[in-house]
Each structure stands twice: as structure tokens, then as C-alpha cells.
């Protein structure tokens, strides 16, 4: 009984050991707030990786095969639910007329805006819906002169929106282009009907050399689209897949042209099983002598995937750390602590303590102040992840800044993730590590000699 | 009477570097139950550490500490504890009080040493009921909840008593009571423990410089030169209350 009794009283009765308490409290607060609120974007970017992508997908096919031929072939699997050929390519844009917003000197001839550099990529507008959620991707658009693409022809766009010059007597007008929203509100491209001009090349092999042919082709902005995931959005065009056919030379009125593809989107019946589904799709590939991999989403975005999770790693470690420094500081407290009580200790001994019950009483003061320390500082950290935004928006109010740059990913409220198991986890190492940190001063207060202690005043 | 506590041939010798320091060599002592012995000597002559042995808080080199016939000084550390809890009370020269407590925590504090948690919830009021009652009786009624450091030499001095008593001790040892108390002072502890030891059959063993005090106790023993001899001036075996004999210097009969 002593041993809790004197633990707290010392506890009580001693100011400094605040320090310790208000060590754990802090390091246990950062550590549960910055991991939940991580763990929320993590979940939510791998939710929008997710979303824009399809369960599998064959890639890097040299578009030397019909899409027809290779769809057969793969349709036989009992797994594959449905599939989307696509061709991803690259090229850079330019925009037509429009406000000008200069970049750097010379980029710019008279009313002709230089872009970035996009992925451009080809989708069937019929089949891709079935393998991804596109269908919903052209929902959202902002009020305004923006109109929102019609899912069964997303790539037209009426005479009316097109710009008086491009309106051709024989009913012919430029394919459309859909940009993601969030870009076409950087790039200032408001209108439907914008002219954009691509502009790219392709390698053709010519006799023993290699030669690229540029690619220009103009597409006007049908639409704009939004998949959730941000940087799909942003780096992102979406075209037909015929438009890039005929960009590789194989266009749709020409005989003998090939309906080719370098990427196939697959949508699996049982997402749990696509890695298997893949490696069987693979052999099949193989077999039949046609270039590409299937890969499973997270093969895809591997890297990406990976080096959030590695810095979620390395963040946790940072943390972790700095709980063991709030523990050195318990253990410096309680080892001061110590060296003043001597005189205690030896007390206590003439009183008919035990060394380990002197041990205790160190021991029960330094977990004490850490197990206050912690709990305060996880109940601080779930009130501020559940208050997260509340303090966000007090933030960016009162000093212009921003916690967490909620815009870069598109999100409404900053995501956190309420893990029961890490709030315990983390308990438990501040406990731990305290206990451990508190043991060095306890022994040392046993092995005191309580006559030593008694002897003097 | 009876034997209470008994020392036979307590030897202790420390060592400043390679020197040797005898300071007991080959003590034999006794303390019956309910007298009041008191026990003189020199600074330095090793009282304080004759004190820690026969308390248990020290080991003797050699010899043995006997409580009622058991060879306490044998036990197992927890045993000894348990032994000291139960049976010794302590009372030093500087008080040595805990600052963070109040009186009557710090007397509390003597009857917790065996208790567990749920034990002492259960018997939280009774030792509080109880430590009120000694230091009421000790005087201090009106000062339980101030802390060693608002309190007087004499008023703590009295708190350590009440403390040593908290737990029913049959002895008490203490080192000096009185001396860092004016005489005035000195002499209310000292008629405080004489009550104590009529009231409750106590026995003490009193360290003292002061030959007043020592002529008032049942016994004198003076401890010279690492043994112990009759340092009253009165013949062994008697006393001032005719209680059967000091053990004669350095006595084998023990
Ligand atoms: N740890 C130690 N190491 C070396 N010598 C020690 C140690 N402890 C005590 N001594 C020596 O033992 C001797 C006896 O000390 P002790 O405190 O028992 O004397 P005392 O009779 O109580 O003296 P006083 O009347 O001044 O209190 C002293 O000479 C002291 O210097
Ligand atoms: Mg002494």
C-alpha cells in the first residue's frame, strides 16, 4: 500500500515531475493525432488509386495485336467480368484563344497557349464503363459555361458550342478531349469547345532505324471529368480510342487497319483473387505469343503505394522516438528524485519496507506520471482528430495557414482513421518505455543503503 | 521479565580502503520485555551501529540477533522487514519525518508497510482513529495536518514516537532522542516515552549522551572500545527500578 501512497504523494507534491507527464502527454498526442490523421490519407489515396483504376490491367503491349483477338482470347477466363481496350500515351497540349497567361518569355505565339505535358489516354467511351466507373466520372462539373459530357458520347460535342471558325458545312467537327476538372479550372479552359491542340510523336521502325513521326492533331474540350484521384485527374486527358488509332497510322476508314490497343482494363469477378487471376491471364498472354503484363492494380501503383507507406514507417519511427524522449525525461525526474529521498529511503527501511517495495514506490511514480500522461494525451489526440477541420479552419482564419494541404487532394474534411489497436499500441510503448526508463532510478533507489541514508541529517 | 532482545557476539568492522575500522567486537546485550535501558558512549564508539544491527537494518559480521529466541538476524531480507514492521520501532536524532506528509500521514504511514491496497481501504479508518489517539496523546492533537516542516524539533520528535508506535511495537530503538532538543523539550519527550513505557510495556532502548537520562533509566550499558560494559557506576545487577542485573561488561553469561 505504501508504495502507491508515497508514489502519489510524491507525485502530488512535486511540480517537477509535471515535466515527464507533460513529456509523455505531447509526444502521445502527436504521435496519435499525425498517425490517425496519416492513416486517413491513406486510406482515402488509396481509395481514389482505387477508384480510377480498374482491377487489373494488361499493359505495355507494343499495339501490334487486334483488340478484338486478344479480348477473345482473355474472355475465356472464368474470372474476367468485362474488359476496355486503351491506349496511354503522352504528349503536350496547347490551348487556343482563351485569357493568356504568360509563363516564361517567349513561350507563347500570338493566341496560342503551351500546357504540360499530359497522359493522353484513349478509352472505348462504350466499353469503358464497364470496367471502371467512368460513367460517374463526368457527373460533377461546375456551374458555368462548362457542360457536362454525355456519358453515351462523351467525345461529342454539339455545332452550337464549337467556335464559329470550326463550324464546318459538311457536319464534320474536331473530336473532343475530356480534361480533369480540377485541371481545366487551373488551366483556365472554361468554356466546351475550346480548340486544344496535341501535339506528340511516335516511333516507326525504318528499315534498321528508328524514326519518330510528330503527331499533331487538333480536339476540342468536350468535357471535363472526375475520378476522385487526384493526380489521375490532374495529369490526365481522356480521348477516343480511335482518334489515338488513327494518330499510330491505323485509322478506321483505311482497309486492313487493326484495331490496336496498348493497354487493356480488366474487371475481375472476384477482386480477392486478382493476383491469381492475373499470373493465369499471363500464361494465356504468353502462350499466345502477345506482348503486355496483366497486373493487379496495386502492382501498377506499387511505387506510389509503397513510398506511402514507407513514410508513414519512417513517421511512426520519428514518433516513437520522441516518446522515448519524453521517458528520459520521467527517468531524469525520478533519478533527481532519488538523490533527494535518500534520506526517505532509509526511513522507509526502519519502517519495514523492502528494497522492493522502495523500488515500487519509484516505479509507481514514474508509470504514474506516464500513464496520466498518456491517457490525457490520447484523449487529446481523438478530440483533435475528431475536431480536426474545426481547427483547420481556426488555423487558416487566424494565421492564413493550413494544417494539412486538404486541397491538393481534392478533399471536403481532412480524413483520420480511429485505430482502437494503435491508440493501445501506443499506450502500451509509453508505458513500456516509461516503466523501463523508471526501472534504472528504482534500483538504484533499493540498492541504497538505508543506514547510510539514516546516518546523517 | 523476560528476554525481548538479545545480541550475542556482534562483531562489525568497516573498511576505509584497506584499513580496517573495528568498531563492535563481539557484543552481547540484552533487552528485556517492559525496562528502559539506556546506552551511553563515546562518539564514535559505534552506538548508532549497534542500534542498525540489533534493528535489523545492518548485518553483524558475526554473532547473531535473537527476538524472543529466533535468530532474527538470519532471515530472509523480506522476513527481517517483516520482523521490523512488526516488532522495532524506530526513533532518530533528526526526527526523519517524510516533508510531503502532514502528521498524520506520516503516522498513517508506519501501519501501511504490510498492507496491500484493498487491505488498507479496509482498515483505513481504525489506523486513523488510532494515530489520532497517539499524537492526542502525544499532544498534538490540534496539529495533525501540518507538515514536519511547520512543525517544532519537539512537536516532530513527538509525531516520530507516535509513528513508531502506530504498528505495536514491544520495542522501540532510539538513537538520541533528545539530542537536538533544548532541555526543556528534552526533558517532556523524555517523561513521553516514560509514560509510554508504563502505559503500554513497551521496552526501549535509549542511545543517550546525557547522564541524567541515563541514571533515570532501569539499566545503563556503556559501550567502550567495540564491547560492552557496565557504565553506571552502580553494581551490576541492579537498578534503578531493581530490575534483575545489566549484563556485566562484555558479559559471557548472556
Ligand atoms: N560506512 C562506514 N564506513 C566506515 N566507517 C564507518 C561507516 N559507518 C560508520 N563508521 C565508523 O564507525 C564508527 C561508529 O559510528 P557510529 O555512528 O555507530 O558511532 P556513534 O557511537 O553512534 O557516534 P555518535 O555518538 O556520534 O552518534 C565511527 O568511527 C564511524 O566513523
Ligand atoms: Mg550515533
Redesign the pocket.
Known amino acids: 500500500m505504501y508504495t502507491w501512497y508515497l508514489g502519489f504523494k510524491y507525485l502530488l507534491k512535486r511540480p517537477i515531475n509535471l515535466l515527464g507527464l507533460f513529456g509523455v502527454l505531447f509526444s502521445v498526442w502527436a504521435l496519435v493525432t499525425v498517425m490517425s490523421v496519416f492513416q486517413g490519407f491513406i486510406v482515402e489515396v488509396r481509395a481514389q488509386v482505387r477508384g480510377a483504376a480498374s482491377d487489373l490491367a494488361l499493359v505495355g503491349n507494343r499495339m501490334d495485336r487486334s483488340y478484338a483477338e486478344v479480348e477473345a482470347l482473355l474472355r475465356d477466363d472464368p474470372e474476367v467480368e468485362a474488359m476496355a481496350p486503351r491506349i496511354s500515351w503522352f504528349g503536350l497540349l496547347y490551348v487556343r484563344g482563351g485569357r493568356r497567361r504568360p509563363q516564361y518569355a517567349g513561350e507563347t505565339t500570338k493566341g496560342i497557349r503551351g500546357t504540360d505535358f499530359y497522359r493522353v489516354l484513349g478509352i472505348d467511351p462504350g466499353s469503358e464503363g464497364r470496367v471502371s466507373a467512368f460513367p460517374s466520372w463526368l457527373d460533377r462539373v461546375p456551374a458555368g459555361r462548362l457542360r457536362s459530357a454525355d456519358p453515351k458520347a462523351p467525345f461529342d460535342v454539339p455545332r452550337n458550342r464549337l467556335p464559329p471558325k470550326l463550324r464546318s458545312e459538311f457536319g464534320w467537327s474536331p473530336p473532343g478531349l475530356l480534361m480533369g476538372l480540377d485541371r481545366a479550372r487551373y488551366e483556365r479552359v472554361y468554356r466546351t469547345g475550346r480548340p486544344i491542340v496535341l501535339a506528340s510523336g511516335r516511333q516507326v521502325r525504318d528499315g534498321r532505324d528508328m524514326r519518330v513521326i510528330p503527331i499533331k492533331r487538333d480536339f476540342v474540350l468536350s468535357g471535363t471529368f472526375d475520378s476522385g484521384h487526384y493526380e489521375f485527374d490532374n495529369n490526365t486527358v481522356l480521348v477516343d480510342i480511335e482518334e489515338m488509332r488513327s494518330l499510330f497510322g491505323q485509322d478506321l476508314e483505311d482497309e486492313g487497319s487493326l484495331d490496336v490497343f496498348n493497354e487493356i482494363a480488366i474487371k475481375v469477378r472476384d477482386p480477392r483473387k486478382a493476383a491469381a487471376t492475373a499470373a493465369r491471364l499471363n500464361t494465356r498472354l504468353r502462350k499466345a505469343g502477345i506482348s503486355g503484363t496483366v497486373k493487379t492494380w496495386e502492382q501498377r501503383r506499387a511505387r506510389f503505394l509503397q513510398a506511402v507507406r514507407h513514410e508513414h514507417g519512417m513517421m511512426k519511427i520519428v514518433l516513437f522516438v520522441i516518446v522515448l524522449v519524453a521517458s528520459v525525461l520521467i527517468y531524469a525526474t525520478l533519478s533527481m528524485m532519488v538523490s533527494e529521498k535518500t534520506k526517505d529511503i532509509g526511513i522507509l527501511a526502519a519502517l519495514g519496507a523492502t528494497r522492493r517495495g522502495i523500488a515500487s514506490i519509484f516505479l509507481a511514480c514514474g508509470t504514474a506520471t506516464a500513464a496520466a500522461g498518456a491517457v490525457l494525451g490520447a484523449l487529446a489526440g481523438w478530440l483533435s482528430c475528431v475536431h480536426i477541420d474545426d481547427i483547420n479552419a481556426w488555423l487558416r482564419e487566424n494565421t492564413g495557414r493550413e494544417l494539412f494541404p486538404r486541397n491538393i487532394f481534392g478533399l471536403d474534411s481532412i480524413p483520420y482513421v480511429l485505430d482502437p489497436w494503435w491508440f493501445a499500441q501506443v499506450l502500451l510503448f509509453a508505458l513500456g518505455s516509461a516503466f523501463l526508463f523508471s526501472l534504472l532510478p528504482a534500483l538504484r533507489a533499493s540498492r541504497h543503503d538505508p543506514v547510510?541514508a539514516l546516518?546523517h541529517e | 521479565m523476560t528476554d525481548l532482545l538479545r545480541a550475542e557476539g556482534i562483531t562489525k568492522t568497516?573498511r576505509?580502503g584497506n584499513r580496517k575500522?573495528p568498531?563492535l567486537r563481539g557484543v552481547d546485550l540484552r533487552v528485556l520485555e517492559g525496562e528502559i535501558l539506556a546506552l551511553v558512549?563515546s562518539?564514535?564508539?559505534?552506538?548508532?551501529?549497534?542500534l542498525h544491527i540489533l534493528g535489523l537494518l545492518d548485518r553483524p559480521d558475526e554473532g547473531v540477533v535473537r527476538y524472543r529466541d529466533v535468530p532474527v538476524s538470519r532471515l530472509s531480507a523480506a522476513r527481517k522487514a517483516r520482523v521490523r514492521h512488526r516488532e522495532i520501532g524506530f526513533v532518530f536524532q533528526f526526527y526523519h519525518l517524510i516533508p510531503e506528509l502532514d502528521a498524520l500521514q506520516n503516522v498513517c504511514l508506519g501501519a501501511m508497510m504490510l498492507t496491500s491496497v484493498a487491505g488498507w481501504l479496509g482498515m483505513r479508518r481504525r489506523v486513523k482513529d488510532r494515530a489520532r489517539e497517539l499524537l492526542g496523546r502525544m499532544g498534538l492533537g490540534d496539529r495533525l495536518r501540518n507538515r514536519p516542516a511547520q512543525l517544532s524539533g519537539g512537536e516532530r520528535q513527538r509525531v516520530a514516537i507516535a509513528r513508531a508506535l502506530i504498528a505495536d511495537p514491544s520495542v522501540i530503538l532510539a538513537d538520541?532522542p533528545t539530542g537536538n532538543l533544548d532541555s526543556r523539550t528534552s526533558e517532556e519527550i523524555l517523561d513521553l516515552i516514560w509514560r509510554i513505557n508504563e502505559e503500554d510495556g513497551v521496552s526501549f532502548l535509549l542511545v543517550t549522551?546525557d547522564a541524567q537520562v541515563a541514571s533515570r533509566a532501569d539499566r545503563c550499558l556503556r559501550?567502550a572500545d567495540g564491547v560492552i560494559e557496565d557504565g553506571t557506576g552502580r553494581p551490576a545487577g541492579e537498578s534503578a527500578r531493581g530490575a534483575p542485573g545489566a549484563i556485566p561488561g562484555g558479559g559471557k553469561e548472556a
Open positions: 547510510e546516518r | 568497516y576505509a575500522i568498531v558512549g562518539s564514535g564508539a559505534g552506538k548508532s551501529t549497534l538520541e549522551h559501550l
